[in-house]
């Protein structure tokens, strides 16, 4: 009957948009380094860390102090700040 398949396609409907939110959720892959900007990242950091070979947050999360400070432009305590945030935004 009509009311009974309207019920069905709704319940299947929920199911659907349930699904597609656990999927972005789960987001499994490397994370973009662009995710890190904000939370004292600026636009130009991510830039000079793309510039420096750096495309995923685990690269940055992964990276030393030492290797972070040869970027022209990254202070230690800007290096501090990406690895911190890196390793925030990894879901190990």
Known sequence: SKPQLSRVMAVAASHA???VVAEEECDAGPIPIARLEGSGITAGDIKKLLEAGYYTVEAVAYATKK???GIKGISEAKA???????????QW
Do not use: F, G
Not at 80 to 90: F, G, I, Y
């Open 80 to 90: 501090d700040k990406l690895v911190e945030t890196a390793c925030n935004s990894c």
């Open 17 to 19: 948009e349930q699904e």
């Open 67 to 69: 290797m972070l400070i």
